[in-house]
């Protein structure tokens, strides 16, 4: 039997506007094994991110249990979280969120800083090892503004990676990249996963997407309406090599 990496019961999350409460999630259950690729779908409101942020230990759910590898997130004190949350996972935002005017391997550096144990050189091996495995090795010294979008998405899943999360969560990753830039990402995404046996957690709203995950989570309106194993689970990488050279994707 696979580890759990995640299991949540029972997960609400409310929220109160003025006098009125938002019901986002409304009892959600479900577990991931160690080693899955779940993407979460479902139109805009239904959800997605405030799982995604709750899964990620940025935000805490109203009611209900969430167990991270197998501990209990609520009976964490505030630093213990972070520590948890620095060592397991790692974020990877639709905005990219890179800083400006700071260079490709600064920016992948930055969640290393918090590490005191890490030494300034390992820092930048580090760095330099993640921004390798996204095939960015030529751009070290380029700041965001100097990159394209797939590539801006890289520096960032390369900054996700440094401290050798078990898992990354991704918001809605490819959300502003064209098909052949999606595509990419999938398929580093799907490398990620079946290499280097990271754990992903993908939000899309793009059925396209979520054919290249092994299973996909269906949220409507704060609950679970599908969760199904994706039979036909595509590779990206073949795709695309099937794509023409010279189109407008
Ligand atoms: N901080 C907040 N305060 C109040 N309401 C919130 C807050 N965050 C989310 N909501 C509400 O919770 C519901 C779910 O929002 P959420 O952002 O999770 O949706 P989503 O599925 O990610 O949508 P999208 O596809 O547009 O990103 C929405 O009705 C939203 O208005
Ligand atoms: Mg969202």
Redesign the pocket.
């Known amino acids: 039997m696979s580890k759990k990496i995640l299991e949540i019961k029972e997960l609400k ?1 409310e ?3 003025g006098s009125e409460t ?1 019901r ?2 409304k009892g959600i259950n479900f577990e991931v094994d160690a080693g899955e690729f779940v993407t979460i779908m ?12 709750i899964l990620g230990c940025l935000d805490k759910p109203t009611i209900g249990d969430y167990f991270l590898d197998g501990v209990d997130v609520k009976k964490l004190s505030r630093d213990e979280l972070a520590q948890l949350r620095n060592h397991k996972i790692g974020f990877v935002f639709q905005a990219y969120n890179l800083l400006p005017r700071t260079t490709a391997l600064e920016n992948v550096e930055l969640p290393l800083l918090y590490n005191k144990e890490i030494s300034a050189a390992e820092r930048r091996d580090r760095a330099i090892h993640a921004l390798e495995s996204v095939k960015l090795a030529d751009r070290f010294d380029h700041t965001p503004s100097q990159l394209s979008g797939g590539q801006q998405q890289r520096v960032a899943i390369a900054r996700a990676l440094v401290n050798q999360p078990v898992m990354i969560l991704a ?2 990753a490819t959300g502003n990249l064209d098909s052949r830039t999606s595509y990419e990402i999938m398929a580093l995404m799907q490398e990620l996963n079946t290499v280097q046996g990271k754990t992903i957690v993908f ?1 899309t ?1 793009e059925p396209d997407i979520a054919s290249f995950s092994s299973r996909t989570i269906q ?1 409507r309106d ?1 609950r679970i309406q599908k969760d199904t194993r994706n039979e036909n689970k595509k590779n990206a990488k073949e795709v695309l090599d099937n794509l023409p050279v010279t189109d407008d994707y």
Do not use: I, M, Q
């Open positions: 999350r929220f109160l506007v938002v986002a999630l479902g139109s805009s409101g239904s959800g997605k991110t405030t799982l995604l942020n918001d809605e939000v709203h949220l704060g």
